[in-house]
């Protein structure tokens, strides 16, 4: 028996993904930028997959820009409109390092948060004027699954910065929130396939009328000269079927787990001595359970997790390695003790309540057994 409870890091490929894939790595292998019949079939499935792409993100088809990721959407947004616009880039502390590195790299400034994660829209307003370019705020934090309100902060940004283009990153929030609908205030939005059910190294920028990207890699002019490169079709088209997927039952999907989301965080807290959750539940997306377990070295638990089949994280997947508290819940105010005895246990469409209850099970035992208990 193993518990998965990753699913912020990477989750499992829906089937539909998988499915809509295998043609287009096999008989349908046409470069779609050509103009005989196999390249033509590959275009038609191109074509398909930026409409259900757009439909999903409150988008038109035109808008949409197939990137290789998250990354490369978040940097391509912040870079490719300073490189358009100059002026200065601003982002929330709590950011992404796809986007926190792609600000810091043009001398950007941060924006603090408060102990919920939540930006401060008063430092927000404080940071901007009529040089700024870009404002970057996240949907979905991928550590502590704050959801920023964003409409605010866009009534922030018109106000006070009306030249700046406001991107988020809604690669974290894409599984859980209508995107389509919530992210609409921005100019730029950012998806990754492989948070919700499609494949790894594809992810999609929508970039509306009227705003202009300078492109990060130069060459054959694909995606309106925006993202030059081969197109990556079956990657495209499985992230299409997998948004799909999300969409349609979504709702369902947030009900089911944040029911279960709240057994685990709720059935920790009770039984783990000194469990503390970290941020406001009721604020985050439904696959975020954030607990801190005083005097218990992450790390070290989720050695001893692992070994009972339990999948977990002790920060950001896409920091590992780094030996420094996590920026997310430094900026949150907490201290590097209470940083390093963090767990994020994020649960995704395939979490059960059989993994939750090895998780009920196996989390406190190990807890104890590190306490010297
Ligand atoms: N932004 C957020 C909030 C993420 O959680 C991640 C991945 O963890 C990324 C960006 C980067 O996406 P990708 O892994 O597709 O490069």
């Given at each position: 028996?193993?518990?998965?409870?990753?699913?912020?890091?990477?989750?499992?490929?829906?089937?539909?993904?998988?499915?809509?894939?295998?043609?287009?790595?096999?008989?349908?292998?046409?470069?779609?930028?050509?103009?005989?019949?196999?390249?033509?079939?590959?275009?038609?499935?191109?074509?398909?997959?930026?409409?259900?792409?757009?439909?999903?993100?409150?988008?038109?088809?035109?808008?949409?820009?197939?990137?290789?990721?998250?990354?490369?959407?978040?940097?391509?947004?912040?870079?490719?409109?300073?490189?358009?616009?100059?002026?200065?880039?601003?982002?929330?502390?709590?950011?992404?390092?796809?986007?926190?590195?792609?600000?810091?790299a043009l001398g950007g400034s941060t924006v603090a948060v408060d102990g919920d994660g939540l930006i401060d829209l008063d430092a927000l307003a404080d940071a901007l004027d009529h040089d700024v370019s870009v404002v970057s705020v996240m949907l979905a934090n991928n550590e502590v699954g704050t959801v920023q309100p964003l409409d605010a902060v866009a009534a922030v940004v018109r106000a006070r910065a009306p030249r700046?283009?406001?991107?988020?990153?809604?690669?974290?929030?894409?599984?859980?929130?209508?995107?389509?609908?919530?992210?609409?205030?921005?100019?730029?939005?950012?998806?990754?396939?492989?948070?919700?059910?499609?494949?790894?190294?594809?992810?999609?920028?929508?970039?509306?009328?009227?705003?202009?990207?300078?492109?990060?890699?130069?060459?054959?002019?694909?995606?309106?000269?925006?993202?030059?490169?081969?197109?990556?079709?079956?990657?495209?088209?499985?992230?299409?079927?997998?948004?799909?997927?999300?969409?349609?039952?979504?709702?369902?999907?947030?009900?089911?787990?944040?029911?279960?989301?709240?057994?685990?965080?709720?059935?920790?807290?009770?039984?783990?001595?000194?469990?503390?959750?970290?941020?406001?539940?009721?604020?985050?997306?439904?696959?975020?359970?954030?607990?801190?377990?005083?005097?218990?070295?992450?790390?070290?638990?989720?050695?001893?997790?692992?070994?009972?089949?339990?999948?977990?994280?002790?920060?950001?997947?896409?920091?590992?390695?780094?030996?420094?508290?996590?920026?997310?819940?430094?900026?949150?105010?907490?201290?590097?003790?209470?940083?390093?005895?963090?767990?994020?246990?994020?649960?995704?469409?395939?979490?059960?309540?059989?993994?939750?209850?090895?998780?009920?099970?196996?989390?406190?035992?190990?807890?104890?057994?590190?306490?010297?208990?």
């Amino acid at each position: 028996m193993e518990a998965y409870l990753d699913h912020a890091a990477t989750t499992p490929m829906r089937p539909e993904a998988v499915a809509a894939m295998l043609p287009f790595l096999t008989d349908r292998f046409g470069n779609p930028s050509g103009v005989h019949r196999v390249s033509r079939a590959a275009r038609i499935a191109l074509d398909e997959a930026r409409d259900v792409a757009a439909a999903c993100l409150g988008a038109e088809p035109g808008e949409i820009v197939f990137t290789g990721g998250g990354t490369e959407a978040d940097n391509l947004a912040i870079a490719g409109v300073h490189a358009v616009i100059g002026g200065r880039v601003v982002c929330g502390a709590t950011e992404h390092h796809a986007v926190l590195h792609a600000c810091e790299a043009l001398g950007g400034s941060t924006v603090a948060v408060d102990g919920d994660g939540l930006i401060d829209l008063d430092a927000l307003a404080d940071a901007l004027d009529h040089d700024v370019s870009v404002v970057s705020v996240m949907l979905a934090n991928n550590e502590v699954g704050t959801v920023q309100p964003l409409d605010a902060v866009a009534a922030v940004v018109r106000a006070r910065a009306p030249r700046a283009r406001l991107h988020t990153d809604a690669v974290q929030a894409f599984p859980w929130l209508d995107v389509a609908a919530i992210a609409a205030p921005a100019d730029l939005v950012a998806v990754s396939a492989h948070k919700f059910g499609g494949p790894k190294g594809v992810g999609a920028l929508v970039v509306r009328a009227g705003v202009h990207v300078a492109p990060l890699l130069h060459g054959g002019g694909q995606e309106r000269g925006r993202r030059s490169g081969t197109h990556n079709v079956a990657g495209i088209v499985a992230m299409a079927a997998a948004m799909q997927a999300t969409v349609e039952t979504r709702a369902a999907t947030v009900e089911r787990v944040a029911r279960l989301r709240d057994r685990l965080a709720d059935g920790l807290l009770a039984v783990v001595p000194g469990a503390v959750e970290t941020g406001a539940r009721s604020g985050k997306v439904a696959g975020n359970c954030h607990l801190r377990f005083p005097d218990v070295e992450s790390e070290a638990l989720l050695l001893l997790l692992d070994a009972e089949g339990v999948c977990a994280a002790a920060g950001s997947a896409c920091a590992a390695g780094a030996v420094d508290p996590s920026h997310v819940l430094t900026a949150m105010g907490l201290s590097g003790a209470e940083a390093a005895s963090s767990m994020r246990f994020s649960l995704g469409v395939t979490t059960t309540d059989d993994e939750v209850d090895l998780a009920l099970k196996t989390v406190p035992e190990a807890v104890a057994r590190l306490r010297g208990a």
